[in-house]
């Protein structure tokens, strides 16, 4: 699928999603809260499994705690300037906490269940980045910015700590959101054999050959970086096998233990 021009329908909501970018700078001005009001809004309206909202959204405005948060958060100071940070926490800790308060108990010899299982934890999540991507749509289209923050998933023990979350509260996604502070322009995207028809089809080797080769026509226009001969390479130095994935990868595994855990 080539996403380069313009999609072969427009209307203005298309138009909104075409021209988003991530926004990294910001006016300092604050996002009013009538329209965090109206953007938390449109959140609780995206689809969520069972209808049982299953995140829970921490608004952080103390600067302590955005400032700890670009530092853990593979040292990111944009973080600490964003008017608004918004954190979609894959939340079953308040349904467990709701089932103990309202005599599960009496119940539980007909169904017993005794811990909240990765398969929990993975429909909280796509609850949670559901709604996160419903505020982004929400905010673009009263000219507010955002920008995901993939690393909050790193340094768990501190993160935990800071934002108070119980052991089945895990951080899904976290958004910086203002008013951008200059105009941006929607970036490329590869989407050549993004769809596949009935089944996963993996790419030949000549395909291969040739995907490498437009990523990094794509990508890297002016050249590679030094000490790599493709784009796939550069990702994999870069991304792949940096000291900020293996970080992610060690706390991931950290956050999933504590939820399985049901403990500290
Ligand atoms: C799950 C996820 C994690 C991301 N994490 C970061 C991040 O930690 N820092 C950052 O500057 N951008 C982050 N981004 C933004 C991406 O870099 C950005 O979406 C991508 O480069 C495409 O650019 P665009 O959003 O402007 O189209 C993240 C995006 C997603 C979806």
């Known amino acids: 699928m080539d996403v380069s021009g313009p999609g072969p329908l427009t209307n203005p909501t298309l138009e909104l999603i075409a021209q988003r970018s991530s926004t990294r700078t910001y006016e300092p001005a604050p996002v009013t809260r009538e329209e965090r009001d109206a953007i938390l809004h449109a959140a609780l309206r995206a689809p969520t499994a069972g209808n049982m909202v299953l995140y829970s959204i921490i608004e952080v405005s103390d600067q302590a705690v955005k400032d700890r948060l670009a530092s853990l958060c593979d040292d990111q100071p944009f973080i600490a300037t964003a008017p608004w940070v918004l954190l979609f926490v894959a939340d079953w800790q308040k349904w467990t906490d709701l089932f103990a308060a309202s005599g599960v108990a009496d119940i539980e010899a007909d169904a017993p269940r005794t811990h909240v299982g990765p398969g929990d934890l993975m429909l909280a999540c796509a609850d949670a980045v559901i709604?996160?991507?419903?505020?982004?749509?929400?905010?673009?289209?009263?000219?507010?910015g955002s920008c995901y923050i993939g690393d909050i998933i790193e340094n768990g023990e501190q993160v935990a700590e800071l934002l108070g979350l119980p052991p089945h509260a895990f951080p899904a996604a976290?958004?910086?959101?203002?008013?951008?502070?200059k105009p941006r322009a929607p970036i490329g995207r590869y989407g050549r054999d993004l769809v596949h028809h009935d089944r996963y089809r993996r790419m030949t080797e000549a395909e291969m050959t040739e995907v490498a080769r437009e990523l990094g026509e794509l990508h890297a226009p002016s050249g590679l970086p030094k000490g790599v001969t493709s784009y796939p390479q550069a990702v994999y130095r870069r991304k792949f096998a940096s000291a900020f994935m293996a970080e992610m990868n060690r706390s991931a595994a950290w956050w999933m233990e504590r939820w399985s855990r049901g403990g500290p």
Not at 135 to 142: F, G, K, R
């Open 131 to 144: 709604a996160a991507q419903t505020a982004v749509i929400a905010a673009e289209s009263l000219g507010i």
């Open 174 to 181: 976290m958004l910086c959101l203002g008013r951008p502070r």
